[in-house]
Nanobody, 125 residues
Framework: QVQLVESGGGLVQPGGSLRLSCVASGSGFSINAMGWYRQAPGKERDLVAHITSGGTTHYADSVKGRFTISRDNAGNSVYLQMNSLKPEDTAVYSC???????????????????WGQGTQVAVSS
């Protein structure tokens, strides 16, 4: 199994910055891609940013130029640097990991998605 633990949310004024972190732990897996999603009250969960194991990134139009996704060299942690925050960025931010699980000798690897518990980001004056 894979566990994702997020940190870094909080309350910030408009124009401020926050950095979210997500660490994947467990055994017998490799990460194919990681991403950040957000869900505001009464709205669907939307993709914010995504990064593949090869380092290719993708951003929602609403955050381009303000948010930066990155990962550590080991590839098990992903970060979201959020600058120039706006009130409309207020949401619960969740980390996602698309992984390949290696069950063991003689067993077929398979892919699965895992989610963190979410961290609240509130942008307000």
């Amino acid at each position: 199994q894979v566990q994702l633990v997020e940190s870094g949310g909080g309350l910030v004024q408009p124009g401020g910055s926050l950095r979210l972190s997500c660490v994947a732990s467990g055994s017998g897996f490799s990460i194919n891609a990681m991403g950040w999603y957000r869900q505001a009250p009464g709205k669907e969960r939307d993709l914010v940013a995504h990064i593949t194991s090869g380092g290719t990134t993708h951003y929602a139009d609403s955050v381009k130029g303000r948010f930066t996704i990155s990962r550590d060299n080991a590839g098990n942690s992903v970060y979201l640097q959020m600058n120039s925050l706006k009130p409309e960025d207020t949401a619960v931010y969740s980390c996602n990991a698309a992984v390949t699980i290696y069950p063991g000798a003689g067993q077929i690897p398979y892919r699965n998605d895992y989610w963190g518990q979410g961290t609240q980001v509130a942008v307000s004056s």
